[in-house]
């Protein structure tokens, strides 16, 4: 079975500017999620999808983050405008049912560097 | 507010030696517990898990406990193997709609 593919998996912009990140989950599964991980931390939920609805975006800076998963599929996350501090890596997970019996499957994820 | 904390950024051990890995929370709602293991460039993988109703579950070299009462686990690998070297992250979960809350890690290197 294929994984969960994200693109593109490196971005350098400058602060200020836009930068968008694309994921395909697993086929099949209903829930996607979207993780900030900065380096030395662990990962940090920023929003959970079920099918195409929003389940949790309370850590989500929504003031320059949005997502969406339009169709219940893939899924977009964007910001706009960065700042030095958004510098991460940005993880897309999918598993089949949310739950924390679930475990999550992700991409090698996007690594942005803000300048 | 940092809900589960793994306090040993590393961990040095022998091949063929056991690796024991500590992680404690602190919200006692937490019914999930999982281990996930990341090597560089990639995304986390699913290692192993257990319930709040279980003390020890067991998948091959790795073993994971659970001590509700001191709100602690452990993940024991054993015997450790070179391919093993990775960062292990352990994650906990309520028993609702499974936001995973993660450590920060522990970079776990296997020397021959």
């Known amino acids: 079975e294929a994984g969960v593919a994200q693109s593109p998996r490196y971005k350098i912009i400058e602060k200020r500017q836009s930068v968008a990140f694309w994921c395909n989950p697993i086929?099949?599964?209903?829930?996607l999620y979207w993780y900030q991980q900065i380096l030395g931390q662990g990962p940090k939920l920023l929003i959970q999808?079920?099918?195409?609805?929003?389940?949790?975006d309370s850590q989500l800076p929504k003031d320059r983050f949005s997502a969406e998963r339009l169709k219940g599929v893939d899924s977009t996350l964007k910001i706009q405008p960065a700042k030095l501090e958004d510098s991460a890596v940005y993880l897309c997970?999918?598993?089949?049912?949310?739950?924390?019996?679930?475990?999550?499957?992700f991409g090698d994820g996007t690594r942005l560097s803000i300048l | 507010d940092q809900q589960v904390k793994q306090n040993s950024p590393s961990l040095s051990v022998q091949e063929g030696r056991i690796s024991i890995l500590n992680c404690d929370y602190t919200?006692?709602?937490?019914?999930?517990f999982l281990w996930y293991k990341k090597y560089p460039a990639e995304g986390p993988t699913f290692l192993i898990s257990?319930?709040?109703?279980?003390d020890k579950n067991e998948d091959g070299r790795f073993t994971v406990f659970l001590n509700k009462s001191a709100k602690h686990l452990s993940l024991h690998i054993v015997p450790s193997q070179p391919g093993d070297s990775a960062v292990y992250f352990c994650?906990?979960?309520?028993?609702?709609?499974?936001?995973?809350?993660f450590g920060a890690g522990t970079q776990v290197v296997v020397t021959p």
């Open positions: 994650a906990a979960s309520p028993n609702s709609w499974g936001k995973l809350q």
């Open positions: 999808f079920q099918n195409n609805g929003v389940v949790d």
């Open positions: 086929s099949g599964h209903a829930t």
């Open positions: 257990i319930s709040s109703i279980k």
């Open positions: 997970a999918s598993s089949l049912e949310g739950g924390g019996n679930q475990p999550q499957h």
């Open positions: 919200n006692s709602m937490f019914d999930y």
